[in-house]
């Protein structure tokens, strides 16, 4: 029940409507492994500069996450993002980026991690993510990946053989669009499914998430929230509960995914409650069995199918 | 477990990406009939001109839908629009509007309706819709109503009226945030609760139905189609399967609500492969008990709350 991580830990300045962060831990790997390490053990693939604190470190190894696969460049300096949200919490403008450490990052896979029944792979560069899967031994139950438009963009051929190497691909609905040329959802993951993943999870924020396999479909609403404070790293943390509840019960069917994606759902409403990975931190295994009993009062109904 | 449904009875011009519709019989009260006459009678209360086909009204006749309270002004013309969607289907132009017979409309509520127990005011001019109340001499044991932006800015005061003599309010997310000045749709919820709905329905469109009742909250997606082909009627249609399937069960508990809504979205999701009511017409008693299989598929997971 072990699952490997892979993506970005970095500094994030983010400014909402609400408020103005100063300098705070992000990254997605960092959402990931705060999320998952509820469900599973966790194995950290990244990358930080000399300036990342030991204490944030600290803090995920006391959630018994592995950093072996962590690579601190004691010289350099980490990834930087800053970016505004706008009104309406759905989209956002990028006001910096600073690839720093994560500019020519190749990724090792320790030894102690081969045995790995479980893969995420974080947004990331298309050929880091391949890197990872080229230096497994064997190959995982199950591999999930997450992306980006930037990659459809400058490194489509590389994202279309991934494609034919994982399970799973989390994209968010204009991603989606975007990657399959189609409007309608449904249409767009047909066209997906084409080019490899058997299953397909379109995020579409405050909205919730669509998962697709075959001609089978799902859907999981965001839980209605009075207020969205910060939504960066939502999809990053759903990507954790998602993977982190498969990992735990090490059961791949449709039927288990559907779960695993209302576990993910749950994970994201505590994410964007508050800056960065603050929520994540506070939350304790009973106010996650009290969210996860909400989503089932929110979406379960009885109707007599005679 | 009878129904009085208020609403117009008119003509429509739709075009949409995917074509343009010659004058067709739309209305509120058309929607609503077409649709909730597949779980229970229907008295309707409406005005045409003498333009309206008589074999519009034999067929809701044919399908037991009582037309006494249907005024047929013979010397004038039914209510007219025209309107224009944009490609993504959730917005639309207004092109043409002409009241016609609905300008100076005065319902007047038959006798042999007066034994009604559920009432559903479909979107018209809140005086109409307070006419209609005021005309029936024991309160129904339900009461829905939608209404429009366009009232909100007209007709406020009445609205405010309204609001003190009904159960459910049928509005869209926009709607729901211009009547709060909330944008968050669980304050916006809340605010309205206070102005005296004890139930209240944000329809999303695409993005499905919230139901809010006290601290209690139900979501329910709308069915993903490959295409939506003409929204029009949409939201008449979920109204009309919500109220149909309350007053088919005579049982206005939350959880029958949450049945209801979903009967709502399965009813909307028809209505949208065609244009106008033309779906509608078709579908079978068991075109809907699949259509419910497939709600519960969409959105039914299993959880083990330990």
């Given at each position: 029940m072990s699952l490997i991580v892979v993506g970005s830990m970095a500094f994030d300045d983010i400014e909402t409507p609400f408020g103005k962060s100063n300098r705070i831990v992000g990254g997605a790997a960092t959402y990931i492994a705060w999320c998952a390490s509820n469900f599973t053990e966790v194995r950290q693939i990244s990358v930080v500069g000399g300036d990342f604190p030991s204490e944030e470190l600290n803090a995920l190894r006391d959630r018994g996450?592995?950093?072996?696969?962590v690579q601190i460049r004691k010289d350099e300096k980490s990834f930087y993002w800053a970016g505004r949200y706008h009104m309406d919490m759905n989209t956002r403008d990028t006001l910096v980026t600073e690839l720093n450490v994560l500019g020519d990052f190749k990724p090792v896979v320790p030894d102690?991690?081969?045995?790995?029944?479980f893969l995420m792979l974080g947004n990331l560069a298309p050929s880091v993510q391949l890197s990872v899967i080229s230096q497994l031994k064997s190959r995982p139950k199950l591999v999930a990946m997450d992306t980006m438009n930037f990659w459809m963009e400058v490194a489509l051929d590389e994202l279309k053989e991934l494609f034919t190497k994982i399970d799973v691909l989390l994209v968010n609905d204009s991603e989606a669009r975007q990657l399959s040329g189609e409007f309608s959802l449904v249409k767009a993951a047909a066209a997906i499914a084409n080019m490899g993943p058997k299953y397909l999870i379109i995020k579409k924020g405050e909205h919730g998430a669509l998962l697709f396999h075959g001609n089978e479909v799902f859907f999981a609403p965001a839980l209605p929230l009075e207020e969205v404070f910060d939504p960066t790293g939502a999809g990053d943390t759903f990507a954790g509960g998602f993977i982190g509840h498969l990992a735990k019960t090490r059961d791949i069917s449709f039927n288990n995914m559907k779960t695993a994606i209302i576990v993910g759902s749950a994970m994201a409403s505590f994410c964007v409650?508050?800056?960065?990975?603050q929520r994540l931190r506070e939350i304790s295994h009973q106010d996650i069995h009290e969210r996860l009993h909400q989503f089932v009062e929110l979406v379960n109904f009885d109707i007599a199918l005679v």
């Open positions: 996450v592995n950093l072996e696969g102690s991690y081969q045995d790995c029944e409650e508050k800056f960065g990975t």
